[in-house]
């Protein structure tokens, strides 16, 4: 029987459990994980901050490995069938329904109701539907790629690669652009990758602590900031002295912090974009203190500001083909060497990890000898 | 000497004066006013809420009159040579500059820092620079339109024409759309009647009083919502019941209210599109009881919230095709029963029924006999 | 055993038949069928003009009827469940597989290579797949939608009306922009009602013969033109007198001539966008006469031209909802007066009318006692 | 008085001459040319072969030089002022109106009737307004830019760069895109650079002769096709098997051959988009053997042709941005070592080797000693 690590419930310790193989359903397959991802989500799994997950569950929503058994066919969207041994990824989010009003009328899926997630929305009932576990069962209908890549580059993205696509995507940089990153967590330094390949002449990142800021550097930021020791004043300043006075282009806000998406706002310059995903989890209301002011901060200043909810299949394979490119695999380099593996034993360490700030990116690798 | 009304400075009454007639530069003309309007930004002219306005000023943004002296040659965009007694009104905003970056990189020109306002950033020292007044004085590169619509029907729309019509263009309706407008002043009715003309299905309205949601009824609103009446909890509840339980597809903020804007992204359907154009006046900041909730309110609603500042010649001349159509000029009929006309010495009168919201849509005709 | 009329091969006449009612597999169900189409791609169909096409087939891809048995639980894209009994009409397209690179990664379902279309690319093999039948068999995953509309209204408007809708979508005209609709027939007409509901101010029809010309300017072609009786010269003349000697603002070629296509970028303002819908079948090359011009009738006009192939859900969706809205559903009235009503065994005389242009709209009822 | 070349009329050789140092206007100033381009259009103007060319004319659009004397006062477009000495270059395009219907309205400067060019539309009785002469006299309203950039990476893109540029815009490459490339001249050259910079994971390459396909791989592309070699079903099948079947994501035409416009559609994978910007000069129709079949060639494929035309400012101050950069600018520095130059005197040596292909990018350099 497979082993896997289990939130039991909000604010428990991780536990190891020995949970039955699966019986494969027609169009259905075993994965054997290699390295699975321990990310911001995981860590407010642990601590009960998001609504409607079923506990117990397996963390894990990013993971790769190898088809250890298919039970009748698969094929990826290129039509080429899938064989046992093959070395694959898959995209966590399932059950994207192509039958209700988001998906079919607004094409919205990453909001379809009936959308599930592996490691996030189903729970130990489920089966082994998360990547804390020697083997993962991937139910029909789940979207399977085939993984050239090195693993640990593609793992060093991980879900922050297709978030930050999309999130980049949405803020329609155009060629030569500035634009600025709120935050240097994983969304925020794969968003300064995924800006440079997408035609920005500069990326400023505004974050912190400084090891995280040097990393930002390393992968290619022209310039960072901070934010712990410079307040909002400061920050616009150095903003306007970058950008003739004018501030960025385009904004991508991925903080976590209510208040930097008023900032964000402020940061921008006038007609230009500004783009939401670090407001993932529900962390109040802005404060007072923000003094968000629609004249000032949004109508005046003809902003546009957007949400970026999730990703879909086509951020994930995008993500996939571009830290599978030789050449372009290598803007990961930076971050490889910030990689730190965890045992399934490990993994409630791997957790505080994460949630210190003081490791950029942990894996599971659930056959690693400790 | 041509006669012109006058706010002398924020707080003081309206006054008659008498200007001298300009020396006419080369490539100019003199206009002579048949209807000015009066909206909203004149009593916020009146009461010193706008910055940077140069006191005493000759109010009167949008007017229409007919062109009495021309000195040099005048054309419009379609290359047609004016002459003295064309029908004519002109955009109100004056020396957009086309040289700066605003107007040439970002191509966003109603950003643009050099551009000047009739009635409203030219004060009296510039001359004849507004409506209120028996003549304008044309200033060399000011924007005339020939018009042949009928003067009130195209002064009942007045500057809230453009400014709806560049709000709809920003919000991207699809064809068969439910939108929602916030707001039934000129702006709101203005946006109505241009959203069901852009292709909308349905259109609500939320506003007040009584007497202006009659006037949404009338122009083709499908229903109508009084929010003096009802909490933010019941607006909402009207508004999920009007659309599957979903919220609009595009909705339209035209209300003035900060907190307006909060609760237009809440009764906005996931990854639609807010069109913010009601925060023209700095009227502070949102407030706490609006709890904006950038997790809740804009990230997972994957949402698109746009500012939309001023407007450009585009959408003027397009407002200007639209309502000399015999056709669809038809739209603005039951708001011309509602204008309300004054002479010069009535200004002040004028500007009280506009800012008690006595009066829909205000315009001042100099050459009215009392 | 329910009665179909079928073509048996290419070119071979309509002939009727029996076929046994299905066994019900899960999810899906029986639809009595209340009128079905005849449109142009069916005489193509008789003609064997299209490519794999699996003979012998029951036509008819539109249809309107109701459901007389479900088996299993069927919803609609609001999540309401259908019942036995139900008014109902359905997407023709089937089993868009959203499983593969063009579904998933280019978002252009349309261009998916498993879809199946029901009245064309099913054939008499699959079952009771087409609407020149007493019973359609709705398999698993066929799109339904409740239809609340008059039934001719929507019959009227058929498959024209969601391609129409399809293309005009694509036209991104701009409020009070000028269209011009090259044909006159089912798709132009409808294109020419969708366009003026999606913002045009004027559209310009080119087409023949007058009988359809006449059917234009009832729904509200502003000026039309009968391209049998004036060459190209003049019919581009007589589109720079309409147009300020600039063209059209978006043109939609609705003619399934090849030339037409090259004539529809001259007969377009530079910077203006052409929509090619008219070319769903094989007309062979454009001629030489035509003498497209890359140089003058593309790059330097600096024009957009897109193909539009198909409609998927969305645009069966919102015309569905067009037709049912008690005003809007009104613009379709001057085409009621045009319809045909033909039994089954009139189906090759219905063709024959469809063919020769006699008749705009020709329909399949079942149950029409003769 | 300085020394200029002239083409005195088509098909003539070029000339010396001398011509008076002109008066300066107001804001206006002289240019010491340091480099002026040569470039295929110089090409077509000594061949007679563009429409509305006012002969006697002193070629040379892009140039980089000095300001020696200025008149009056001139600021870039950041608002700073400009000095006597400052090294400068500026956009050829000249007197785009922004007052006519295509300036305001459609916002399509490039096709503005009002617009000049330097170099082109500029005659010898308009004054120094070539390159190939020692001295420019820009023009009051001239779009002069700063240049830090190395001056020879600066002209190694030249024109190029911003067609290229604006061509690149308008294909909206998608992150990991594939960009297939249509022509090895200078436009496809950077063409590829900026698809590069622009997010195509992989840039494809027909063109000829191997020298450049030589210099396409040199700056990125991940693979070349010899057209002359192969015809157009061997190209085709090369194109599929780089792209799993399916064609280019997007295609760049930039070849001047009228056939190659109908083959960018046929490389292009369904749903794609085509730039078309090698249709500079009028090359006649397309043939009947490349058969243009809008049926299959368009509408069933659904995709979209774009014509490019021009380029406005924004172009040329993205790519001067670009080459500016200290990173960036080392795109070009395999074509660097391409550039010949010429004296005033080897006017003439230096089209010859451009129209015969020899040379990828020459220059008049006129203060060079020979």
């Known amino acids: 029987m497979p082993l896997v690590a289990v939130i039991p419930k909000p604010n428990a310790p991780v536990e190891l459990r020995e949970v039955p193989s699966p019986e494969l359903e027609e169009n259905s397959a075993l994965f054997e994980v290699e390295f699975s991802e321990v990310c911001g989500t995981d860590v407010y799994l642990q601590q009960g901050r998001l609504e409607g997950v079923p506990y117990p569950l397996i963390p894990g929503h990013v993971s790769v490995g190898h088809l250890s058994k298919i039970r009748g066919r698969l094929f990826d969207v290129e039509g080429r069938e899938f064989r046992e041994g093959d070395r694959v990824t898959f995209l966590d989010v399932h059950r994207t ?10 094409k919205a899926s990453t909001r379809c109701p009936q959308r599930k997630v592996y490691g996030i929305t189903y729970g130990l009932d489920d089966g082994l539907c998360g990547g804390w576990a020697e083997q993962i069962y991937l139910k029909p209908g789940t979207r399977i790629i085939r993984l050239d890549a090195n693993a640990e580059t593609f ?11 999309h999130a ?11 634009v600025l990153v709120l935050g240097s967590g994983p969304v925020g330094i794969n968003a300064i990758i995924l800006s440079l390949m997408r035609g920005a002449l500069r990326v400023l990142c505004i974050g912190a602590p400084d090891q995280r800021l040097e990393v930002a550097t390393q992968v290619g930021a022209s310039a960072v900031f901070n934010f712990e020791e410079h307040d909002e004043g400061e920050r616009l300043e150095w903003i306007l002295d970058q950008t003739h006075g004018r501030g960025a282009d385009v904004t991508i806000e991925a903080t976590g912090a209510p208040d930097a998406v008023v900032q964000a706002m402020r940061f921008t310059r006038d007609a230009g974009r500004v783009v939401v995903v670090g407001q993932y989890t529900d962390h109040g209301p802005v404060s007072t203190d923000a003094a968000f002011n629609p004249h000032v901060d949004l109508n005046k200043k003809h902003l546009d500001v957007r949400g970026c909810w ?20 290598q803007l990961w380099t930076a971050l490889k060497a910030r990689l730190s593996r965890y045992t ?4 409630s360490e791997a957790l505080e990890s994460v949630a210190s700030g003081r490791v950029l990116k942990a894996l599971i690798a659930p056959k690693f000898a400790t």
Do not use: K
């Not at 329904?97 to 998906?103: K, T």
């Not at 060093?156 to 690669?161: D, I, Y």
């Not at 980049?168 to 500035?178: F, H, L, M, W, Y």
């Not at 995008?318 to 830290?323: A, E, M, T």
């Open 97 to 106: 329904c192509n039958a209700c009003w988001y998906c079919l009328v607004a």
């Open 155 to 165: 793992m060093v993205g991980g879900c922050a690669l297709p978030t930050a696509l």
């Open 168 to 178: 980049v995507e949405r803020g329609e940089i155009a060629i030569a652009d500035t």
């Open 310 to 329: 999730g990703s879909d299949f086509s951020h994930f394979y995008r993500g996939v083909q571009i830290v599978s490119h030789p050449v372009h695999s």
């Open 344 to 347: 399934l034993a490990q993994a």
